[in-house]
Nanobody, 126 residues
């Protein structure tokens, strides 16, 4: 199983980025996928998640609601995180992770996820 996160970069405050998480080696539509982020000196935190395709629910942390949108394209084995109206406090390394347990919703705890990508750095300048 491999998850490949990409799409990070440097953007000014108010700008947008789209992160991608491409998966291989798993039955992708059976997995929930979450995006987490970690900045220096802080714990890795949940950002957004999308359930496995049989449920199709999404969950966001409060600070990104209305700005970030998570979606999945099972034909491409890819999950996207569209990030708009970016703020300096969104600066972090963003990781995607896959959860093989078919919960009815999205898990917020990182310990619930089975596979992790390598991370992509997002830097938002003020």
């Amino acid at each position: 199983v491999q998850l490949q996160a990409s799409g990070g970069g440097l953007v000014q405050a108010g700008g947008s980025l789209r992160l991608s998480c491409a998966a291989s080696g798993l039955t992708f539509n059976a997995y929930a996928v979450g995006w987490f982020r970690q900045s220096p000196g802080r714990e890795r935190e949940f950002v957004a998640g999308i359930s496995w395709s049989g449920i199709s629910s999404t969950t966001y942390r409060d600070s990104v609601k209305g700005r970030f949108t998570i979606s999945r394209d099972d034909a491409k084995n890819t999950v996207y995180l569209q990030m708009n109206s970016l703020r300096p406090e969104d600066t972090a390394v963003y990781y995607c992770a896959a959860d093989r347990t078919r919960h009815t919703g999205v898990q917020l705890s990182r310990i619930k996820y089975d596979y992790w990508g390598q991370g992509t750095l997002v830097t938002v300048s003020s």
